[in-house]
């Protein structure tokens, strides 16, 4: 037992110091990702919030202001609609050429830009370059360290896999005896010396975030390596990566709206859901695409997962072709889309992001606590060994 330990303490270090800077990048920025749209709307109140004046605007017109805002060159992909005193989002997006990309987060996008409009008064309240907003950029350096994606996702996924291990073994290095050596492990002594308070911080708060801290680790790990997110689609019985991507069929030459797509499809789509929602998403199609893909966040939800829905339009009619209701999902794609909320702790609510918050911070705290206790044991051997050889001339001289 004691070699098994002794193993598993060396393990411990030397992961610990290599992957430590990494560890706290990575939990800090997951202390601020875990608040990120409540801190956002309270830090871009103006853009966020409106105030209800009448009926909102038809979603084409509102489309028009959006794209004379960033101009014509800029191509519109998504939409964004929250509840009745939050704004409406358009989304300009385009990504960069491979040859246009280089090693920097900054360069993968062409431009990024949201709009935010009142559905009410069709009045700009603001455009963001989402490419530099602080909270992208925080979400950006905690997923790949503000580097190219398939650099940097995978820095922080080996990193987040050795942190995994550096849990395991600091668990069975910490594992007591008895009882009464249990009590000890779970209590931070602090009339003690610092040191003393520093490994309780260390062994104690690491102990008692383990099993958080666990589960905010596999959760993140998905957007690091497919094969971990394929092989957890497989363990919740699905073959692979669930495909949400829908052909719309072929149509008879005159079947087409005069009216605007758009509206015909949002008509359409609170038919099927009516006032039910937190969020409509739109994915607007590239010309080439008949399909327009809208996703739905419902207020009520029918078990504890994200209550995600997708619905599918032709843009040449405005009519749904195919739906995938959340109570017909797989269960690997529930889990799938609510990934994010289990890894945030938004999953429950403030409970769950407060308990997020602490254990990512204290996962911040256990990098430096455990540098602080390595140091001081380094300290204390090379002070003995000094003595030592201070001690030697005068014992020889006996």
């Not at 790949?144 to 996702?153: A, F, M, R």
């Not at 995994?164 to 007591?176: A, D, E, K, N, S």
């Amino acid at each position: 037992m004691k070699k098994f330990k002794a193993i598993a303490a060396w393990l411990h270090l030397w992961i610990g110091l290599v992957t430590g800077i990494i560890v706290v990048i990575v939990s800090i920025t997951g202390c601020i990702q875990v608040f990120d749209e409540e801190l956002f709307s309270l830090f871009h109140h103006d853009l966020v919030k409106v105030q209800k004046t009448g009926p909102a605007k038809p979603v084409s017109e509102l489309l028009a202001i959006a794209q004379k805002a960033v101009g014509k060159k800029k191509q519109m992909t998504d939409l964004k609609i929250a509840e009745e005193d939050h704004s409406y989002v358009f989304t300009a997006s385009k990504a960069n050429k491979k040859e246009d990309v280089g090693i920097s987060y900054f360069s993968q996008a062409k431009y990024q830009d949201d709009i935010y409009v009142n559905q009410y008064t069709g009045a700009v309240l603001g455009i963001i370059d989402a490419r530099y907003e602080f909270f992208n950029v925080m979400e950006q350096l905690h997923r790949q360290l503000l580097l190219t994606k398939p650099v940097g996702s995978v820095i922080i996924g080996a990193a987040i896999l050795l942190f995994l291990v550096m849990m395991v073994t600091g668990f069975i290095i910490w594992f007591p005896k008895n009882y009464k050596q249990f009590k000890q492990a779970i209590s931070i002594k602090w009339k003690a010396k610092w040191k003393r308070v520093n490994y309780d911080l260390h062994s104690s708060l690491g102990f008692y975030v383990l099993p958080i801290a666990m589960i905010i680790a596999i959760t993140g790990l998905v957007w690091s390596f497919k094969w971990w997110e394929t092989g957890i689609f497989k363990t919740l019985g699905s073959p692979g990566k669930v495909v949400l991507t829908r052909t719309a069929p072929a149509i008879a030459t005159g079947d087409t709206t005069n009216k605007k797509v758009i509206d015909v499809i949002y008509a359409n789509l609170l038919h099927q859901i009516g006032d039910n929602y937190n969020v409509i998403g739109f994915n607007l199609p590239e010309k080439k695409s008949n399909t327009v893909m809208v996703f739905t966040y419902v207020k009520h939800t029918t078990d504890s997962w994200n209550n995600m829905s997708y619905f599918y339009f032709d843009k040449r009619t405005g009519k749904m072709f195919d739906k995938l209701e959340h109570p017909d999902k797989p269960l690997a794609l529930k889990w799938r889309n609510s990934n994010k909320a289990i890894h945030t702790g938004r999953i429950f609510g403030w409970p769950t992001q407060i308990l997020a918050f602490l254990a990512a911070l204290v996962c911040a705290s256990l990098p430096i606590t455990g540098f602080l206790i390595w140091w001081g044991k380094r300290n204390k051997k090379s002070k003995k060994k000094s003595h030592v050889r201070r001690a030697q001339p005068a014992l020889s001289r006996i």
